[in-house]
């Protein structure tokens, strides 16, 4: 198991935690696939029911990792994406539920893992964002069918489009988490809600979850075919430069 993802069993429960710490949890690419490899490895285990995601330090996940997001041409934008699908297919066809425990930030890629689960226990120090756009990018990993299927296309599009920021209260209102807790409780919670499942019959959850996501294999697809493109884009390039410099980006649309 990577140090990038710690991984614990308690009973039934299979628990994931994100683990980079020193840049708030962010997905890099060797996290993708640390966290790929453990889910279907969790699937495959029959003595496992259920899983938990988390994060370490008090933050579930900043968003991607710009600091190791160099795509130089198409097919390294589509490889990087397929990575992502097979990620996203994972979570939302796997036989077992997932559920996300969020204490701090789910901002971008880390809104969009947090939404690939079944169920969301958040604290009071939750805060949610789909930051793509200042970056010149696409929401991606499966946020554009997750998203809309949780609060309404409306709503969706004050995230998307617009970059509203939502606490832990207000997303609770909206149906974005289903469960808030006191500070620094999110994961004992969310091991409460895992263990539950124990009592459900495996088959009929998998089949649940499989028909749940029906339309999520091409909405991935066509994610992909896009993404790939403004990764090369001038937007983009200006967008992961700004952030990095910790400016304000200015872009042309091209």
């Known amino acids: 198991m990577s140090d990038l993802l710690l ?105 969009s893992l947090a939404l690939a689960c079944d169920s969301l226990v958040c604290s009071r120090t939750a805060r949610f964002a789909a930051s793509f756009g200042k970056v010149g990018l696409l929401p991606d990993l499966g946020l554009l069918h997750s998203l809309p299927a949780r609060i309404g296309v409306g709503r969706a599009k004050q995230l998307l489009m617009f970059g509203d920021v939502v606490d832990a209260s207000e997303a609770y209102r909206i149906g974005l988490v289903d469960v808030v807790c006191d500070e620094g409780k999110a994961l004992d919670i969310a091991l409460e ?21 029906d339309g999520m294999d091409l909405l991935l697809e066509r994610e992909g075919e896009l993404q790939s493109q403004l990764f090369l884009s001038a937007d983009h390039a200006e967008g992961k430069a700004a952030f990095l410099a910790k400016r304000a980006p200015t872009f042309r649309g091209q």
């Open 7 to 111: 991984q614990s069993t308690n009973g039934t429960v299979r628990t994931l935690c994100l683990n980079n710490p020193a840049r708030r949890n962010a997905m890099s690419l060797p996290m993708r696939v640390a966290l790929l490899a453990a889910l279907e490895d969790a699937d495959r285990d029959a003595a496992i029911r259920s899983v938990v995601i988390a994060g370490s330090a008090e933050v579930f996940c900043a968003g991607g990792d710009l600091s190791g997001m160099n795509v130089g041409n198409l097919s390294e934008g589509r490889a990087r994406m397929q990575q992502n699908a097979r990620l996203v297919r994972q979570m939302t066809h796997m036989g077992k539920p997932l559920i996300a425990a969020i204490e701090g930030w789910a901002v971008g890629a880390g809104l």
């Open 193 to 213: 809600r895992a263990a539950n499942v124990e009592h459900q019959a495996p088959l009929p959850l998998a089949m649940t979850k499989t028909l749940l996501a």
